[in-house]
């Protein structure tokens, strides 16, 4: 089982950036996926989740409106959208599912 991350790196406030996660080694289609992130000197957090059809999505409050989680079980991929990011976004974002989790891809948002 391999997740792998990317799509980070620095933005200014108000930016945009779009992470994706190739996932292999499972049957991806029937799985949840998941994004967390950790930011600086805080513990790993929950920030987005998606069922394993794609048809049901949940977030953290903080990111609600503008943060959006996809899949596309065609390439064994997951997305994480992130709009209007905010200084506090800044963290290492993590996908995970089959209880399996990625390297992490840096997320800085700074001007």
């Known amino acids: 089982v391999q997740l792998v991350e990317s799509g980070g790196g620095l933005v200014q406030p108000g930016g945009s950036l779009r992470l994706s996660c190739a996932a292999s080694g499972f049957n991806f289609r029937y799985y949840d996926m998941n994004w967390y992130r950790q930011g600086p000197g805080k513990g790993r957090e929950l920030v987005a989740t998606?069922?394993?059809?794609?048809?049901?999505?949940n977030y953290r409050d903080s990111v609600k409106g503008r943060f959006t989680i996809s899949r596309d079980n065609a390439k064994n991929m997951v997305y994480l959208q992130m709009n209007s990011l905010k200084p506090e976004d800044t963290a290492v974002y993590y996908c995970s599912g089959f209880d399996a989790w990625g390297q992490g891809t840096q997320v800085t948002v700074s001007s």
């Open positions: 998606i069922t394993g059809t794609g048809d049901t999505t």
